[in-house]
């Protein structure tokens, strides 16, 4: 999701209707790579942000392990495309 589409979301919302949002952005991400030692290009911070967004249920929401498992994978996708 990108913020347009968010932004697009919340327009067809009456202004005063509340609300409970999680925001995730691409700086979390990278400091959750770093602190994993793994190095993470732009255009894998946005694969993981993506991913996370396909992969988020009602039960367990988006946490810091969505974060490192999304980040795995797209390790995971990389070290198979370079095989």
């Known amino acids: 999701m990108t913020v347009n ?3 697009e979301r919340l327009r067809a919302l009456p ?3 509340p609300i409970a949002y999680v925001l995730w952005q691409p700086a979390d991400v990278e400091v959750e ?3 994993m ?3 993470i290009n732009e255009q894998e911070v946005e694969d993981v942000l993506f991913d996370m967004q396909d992969n988020a249920d009602c039960e367990f929401g988006m ?3 969505s ?3 999304s980040i795995e994978n797209i390790m ?3 070290n198979n495309e370079e095989k």
């Open 5 to 7: 589409d968010l932004i």
């Open 15 to 17: 202004n005063k209707r």
């Open 33 to 35: 790579a770093e602190s």
């Open 37 to 39: 030692c793994v190095e």
């Open 63 to 65: 946490t810091w392990t």
């Open 67 to 69: 974060v490192r498992c």
């Open 76 to 78: 995971e996708n990389r």
